[in-house]
């Protein structure tokens, strides 16, 4: 992330099969936490991150589209870590390394759109790696996002492209927290600053939207919806001094982010998750008041971006491609 | 609630300490549920109403002003139900009842304004269940809003009054989903239609705001906030038919409302709490995911009410009062 040197961003993106995966190296290992919100959440070693139990620190998270079987994509990122030194050493004596390097994950349901016999593999986390580098995020229909969409609550065929969407912000005396999200929901986009319809489910007009909320009070919606996850994804990084449970919660106030930019969110039929990473590399005085509301913008901020950066794929139209067509 | 017949309303007020509780009755007893999401929650017979705990079905719920001395309320409650036959029957043979009511309950924190050293008790449940009655909520400085504020970035001395606010959605199909909550948040409260500020941190000129988040982008806020926890409190009543792991997903959703509404929300120094309850009394067909999205509306529309309806006590004005100031 530009803003955080600590810490990488990659992308493998298939955009035949319409998915990908998306990879936040810390090879270094840094103090992370995880928040999980939706009912129907795909994730890979969260458990173990929970305060309390033994292990805080972590040398990547993957962000994955393919289901439940993008979790496979960890594999390759801790094959990646393994053959670069890097990970937990867990051998009795430390003479001769054993490396486990720990590698959380969370997935999108992306099945529906593109090809559903691709998903990313444990090949494409490692290329995701082999693609990280620094400066600046690549967003949009790529990685994690290449197969996401939002706005469905008149089915599939009636949703826009979601995508993997950055944002920073940072306090007065330079502390950064920044967020990189993966845009996956049931519920349609808003800006929260004026309450605008970002990407909903289309209207019959071309432009327009139709309101999601209007459109449940209708009539129960599950039974279409209920084999079909969504998820939003993503992580919240700070180079501030953090404990875990500091870092808990900023995960939970980026759940608040999300919770004002998609509506309706943390649903059933999404499995939300946002993990936070706090580098420490930056010892100026702070608070958790003061992170996590910066936390939250950033995660709202990233949202809007996403979107607002998706391209079409797969039959499938952005919102701005779908904007344009009502002009 | 006037929408929820098996289910009534009923506050205790001391105007001159500015504190006070509301119970919200049930005393056939009602599936609920449960989500802790604030950083410093005050709470009574909480964790007996996770999923996969024995007990599911409550006989009163209780939010209270007076920190964690308001949870003695709650006892208050379960006398008066147990006066009236009502309760969980314990005895081994069920021919002599040995009853013990359910009364979960949650607090605000209010000693900062009025009086500290009056916090609602026993008694104050007890006359709280004596005032409850059909028909519609009484909102506003009243009951556990009555020492409610919001908006405190700026200090306690530029807040502006919280309250007890209300609101109910309903599907086409005839099920309720109403919420009555209890707004006493460090952050400020927005309309999330519009992005609008109903009630900030007060501006240097009369009837302004300050934005919270770029107060806090300045400095760290904790230190003077580490002692005085906030928390917004409510709860999300339906009349559909639900299991408590339903009911724990429509409890999610109103937390999404919360957010949607304060900002920010979930901080390390509120205590947001939001219960949910299931009367069971309409079998209409419906979904979680449905309900779960009128949750979410109905807490911010009950938000923005119970901040609409403040009016001003104990040195601190309402935001109906401070609109007029600067008119």
Redesign the interface.
């Known amino acids: 992330m530009s803003d955080l040197p600590d810490i990488t961003i990659g992308h493998w993106t298939d955009r035949d099969a319409a998915t990908g995966c998306t990879v936040v190296l810390c090879p270094n290992g840094v103090l992370a936490a995880v928040d999980v ?1 939706g ?1 129907a959440p795909g994730t890979r070693e969260t458990d173990l991150l929970r305060p309390g139990n033994v292990i805080d620190r972590v040398h990547a998270l993957v962000l994955s589209g393919g289901s439940a079987y993008g979790l496979d994509a960890a594999g390759g990122v801790m094959r990646w870590l393994e053959e670069r030194g890097q990970g937990r050493d867990v051998s009795p004596d430390h003479e001769a390394p054993v490396l486990v390097p720990i590698v959380p994950a969370a997935v999108i349901f992306d099945l529906s759109i593109g090809r559903a016999d691709v998903r990313p593999d444990a090949d494409a986390g490692y290329a995701a790696c082999e693609a990280a580098g620094p400066g600046e995020i690549e967003v949009g229909t790529v990685g994690a996002g290449a197969g996401a969409t939002v706005g469905k609550a008149l089915g599939p065929e009636r949703s826009l492209k979601g995508g993997v969407g950055s944002a920073s ?5 330079g502390i950064t927290v920044a967020a990189v999200v993966v845009v996956n929901a ?1 519920g349609e986009v808003v ?5 605008r319809v970002v990407a909903g489910p289309r209207g019959d007009e071309p432009g327009t939207f139709d309101r ?2 209007e459109i ?8 279409p ?1 209920a084999v079909e996850a969504n998820s939003t994804i993503g992580v919240v990084a700070t180079d501030a001094v953090l404990t875990q449970e500091q870092a808990l ?1 900023l995960a ?2 980026g ?3 999300l ?2 930019t998609i ?7 999404d499995g939300d998750t946002i993990f936070a990473l706090a580098t420490g590399t930056n010892d100026t ?6 992170l ?3 936390a ?2 950033a995660v709202e901020r990233a949202i809007v971006n996403g979107v607002e950066a998706a391209t079409g794929l797969a039959g499938v139209p952005s919102a701005r491609e779908w904007a344009r067509e009502g002009q």
Chains 1, 2 share one sequence.
């Open positions: 919100r009912g912000e940072r306090t007065d005396s049931f800006d929260p600053d004026s309450g999601t909320l449940m009070r209708k009539e129960p919606l599950l039974p919806f919660r939970i106030a759940q608040a982010g919770a004002r509506v309706p969110a943390h649903t059933i039929v005085e702070t608070d958790i008041l003061q996590a509301a910066l939250t913008r």
